[in-house]
């Protein structure tokens, strides 16, 4: 998959990898930054976790940001997203790019934090979401990583129940990402939109199916 993706430019390359939440996005867009690496093109790794307001920012501007669709419609800074990120990591942007907009656990504001994007680098960027109306135009090369909404739900789970209990974590999974996820897909299909569909049902052999 480097090797196709490196193919497509010897400019800068913008690569989303996208799918439910615990998907595996973010373990696989760091195996793929090393596998791009290995062709000895610079990488730039990025999530647009990094890319939500802050969390007093709905309070201050009246917005839904805990219900399932105000999750999707609102918690991202979309503009930050453009501007910041996607705009200038283009083929034909600045290259001074901002890798993290807001850290979701301190809510720092980090958008004056600024790096250099090399002529031939890769922006690898994992995130639900990816390839919504707000940004899908600035992508180069599109990733949709596929399990099933059950197992999504599940490994959400098993993962943040360690750190914010099992009820709450199956609250949060169930009621807010799961819905938003839904939407996202009723709304964007992202499989239809993607170059490439791997199922990630098992860690260990990930397989192209699309």
Not at 67 to 78: I, P, W
Not at 93 to 108: E, N, R, W
Not at 137 to 152: K, N
Request: net charge negative.
């Amino acid at each position: 998959m480097a090797a196709e993706i490196l193919a497509r430019s010897d400019r800068r390359i913008r690569v989303a990898v996208d799918g439910r939440t615990a998907a595996g996005k973010t373990s696989f867009g760091h195996e793929l930054a090393a596998a791009v690496r290995g062709f000895d093109r610079p990488t730039l790794r990025a999530s647009l976790d990094d890319f939500k307001h802050a969390w007093p920012h709905a309070d201050e501007h009246g917005y839904d940001r805990l219900s399932g669709e105000g999750y999707y419609r609102n918690a991202h800074d979309h503009d930050s997203v453009r501007r910041l990120l996607l705009d200038p990591a283009g083929p034909t942007g600045s290259g001074q790019v901002v890798l993290c907009a807001h850290d979701p656990l301190t809510g720092i504001d980090h958008r004056d934090v600024v790096v250099e994007a090399r002529p031939d680098a890769v922006l690898i960027v994992d995130t639900v979401f990816a390839f919504r109306p707000e940004w899908d135009d600035l992508w180069d090369y599109r990733i949709w990583l596929e399990v099933a909404a059950a197992e999504s739900l599940a490994r959400g789970v098993a993962r943040d129940g360690s750190r914010d209990g099992a009820d709450e974590a199956a609250r949060v999974h169930q009621d807010r990402y799961a819905v938003a996820e839904a939407l996202y897909i009723a709304e964007v299909d992202p499989v239809s939109r993607a170059d490439v569909v791997i199922d990630n049902h098992d860690w260990a052999a990930p397989r192209v199916v699309g």
